[in-house]
């Protein structure tokens, strides 16, 4: 199980993807972006996954497919831990307890920005620099 302290450190710790992120299309009119992440401080390779809808997107960072951190909006997410309701993108973060239950709304990142404004801004959150290059969403 990922401990609390391991997700924060690879919060913080700076990150790199060394390959050209892409976006492939997939059935339905739906996109997906799965890239490694490197973290040479910490000796660990991470996971990015993003995922793209037609009314729902979300960004996940995953560490041994636990995902750590994630920016997320689709229809509803009720908390179980605290019973709140996000309508709104909003972010998860991870502890052992709750896993990723926990969300709150963001301040950091403007949810009427393009979907790859919003990517950027999660990745500089999570201190991710895509040395490989991005090609950009181009919605139908």
Not at 11 to 34: E, F, S
Not at 107 to 114: M, W
Request: aromatic share 10%.
């Amino acid at each position: 199980m990922l401990k609390k302290d391991k997700a924060e450190l690879l919060h913080r710790t700076p990150k790199i993807i060394p390959v050209m992120l892409r976006w492939q299309l997939l059935a339905g009119n739906r996109y997906r972006i799965d890239a490694r992440v490197l973290a040479p401080e910490e000796n660990e390779v991470l996971k990015l996954s993003c995922n793209v809808g037609k009314t729902n997107f979300g960004f996940c960072l995953l560490y041994q497919n636990h995902p750590f951190r994630k920016y997320t909006k689709h229809f509803e997410h009720k908390s179980w831990s605290t019973d709140e309701k996000f309508r709104e993108p909003h972010k998860h973060i991870w502890d052992e307890d709750t896993e990723d239950d926990k969300a709150y709304m963001p301040t950091d990142i403007n949810p009427k920005s393009s979907l790859d404004d919003q990517l950027f801004a999660f990745l500089k959150e999570e201190n991710i620099v895509p040395q490989g290059g991005y090609q950009p969403l181009l919605l139908k």
